[in-house]
T-cell receptor, first 116, second 110 residues
Framework: GAVVSQHPSWVICKSGTSVKIECRSLDFQATTMFWYRQFPKQSLMLMATSNEGSKATYEQGVEKDKFLINHASLTLSTLTVTSAHPEDSSFYIC????????????FGPGTRLTVL | GQQLNQSPQSMFIQEGEDVSMNCTSSSIFNTWLWYKQDPGEGPVLLIALYKAGELTSNGRLTAQFGITRKDSFLNISASIPSDVGIYFCAGHKRDDKIIFGKGTRLHILP
């Protein structure tokens, strides 16, 4: 069964609004989670590493004020897309490493964001 | 930056055929991972490889970690319709982020 969940699975919002996406590890703790963005027919692009108890680490070119990440607990990380614009429309996927491992990642089912 | 070259980009095969795809890199990796992604869903881990030369099977899937640690392949035997999807390879170095290939789209002809 699924080991990482995401909510919501899809969201449609108006330009200028903020959208929060949750990523939860089920039945295991994740001190680190990863947020990816995927455009149609493209590979996954790592946006940031979410760290429990400390600030997220953002990849080059990703605006940290635009994509706010909060690792609230050992099982929950949230990504907030602030003041969303149509170009932010994408498929956002989170992942968490298997407990005790830094390499094998389990992915959430993804969240489809459409900004009108 | 680091890149994984995954090939082929897409494949069109008949049901029942075997499938082979591979990933190569100029860098050495400690772990190779193979994922499958269905439309509108997150990637699902198929096989994880942790040791050079390792050959691992998962049902009809077989993957190998290349001896040079710079490549990996995935084979699917006797393909069935539910094998349709995008297959991603991913490489990981210790204490570094995972790098993904661009994916291989598998299509099965009726």
């Amino acid at each position: 069964g699924a080991v990482v969940s995401q909510h919501p699975s899809w969201v449609i919002c108006k330009s200028g609004t903020s959208v929060k996406i949750e990523c939860r590890s089920l039945d295991f703790q994740a001190t680190t989670m990863f947020w990816y963005r995927q455009f149609p027919k493209q590979s996954l692009m790592l946006m940031a590493t979410s760290n429990e108890g400390s600030k997220a680490t953002y990849e080059q070119g990703v605006e940290k004020d635009k994509f706010l990440i909060n690792h609230a607990s050992l099982t929950l990380s949230t990504l907030t897309v602030t003041s969303a614009h149509p170009e932010d429309s994408s498929f956002y996927i989170c992942s968490a490493p298997r407990e005790g491992s830094t390499d094998t990642q389990y992915f959430g089912p993804g969240t489809r964001l459409t900004v009108l | 930056g680091q890149q994984l070259n995954q090939s082929p980009q897409s494949m069109f095969i008949q049901e029942g055929e075997d499938v082979s795809m591979n990933c190569t890199s100029s860098s050495i990796f400690n772990t190779w991972l193979w994922y499958k992604q269905d439309p509108g869903e997150g990637p699902v881990l198929l096989i994880a490889l942790y040791k050079a030369g390792e050959l691992t099977s998962n049902g009809r899937l077989t993957a190998q970690f290349g001896i040079t640690r710079k490549d990996s392949f995935l084979n699917i035997s006797a393909s069935i319709p539910s094998d349709v999807g995008i297959y991603f390879c991913a490489g990981h170095k210790r204490d570094d982020k995972i790098i993904f290939g661009k994916g291989t789209r598998l299509h099965i002809l009726p």
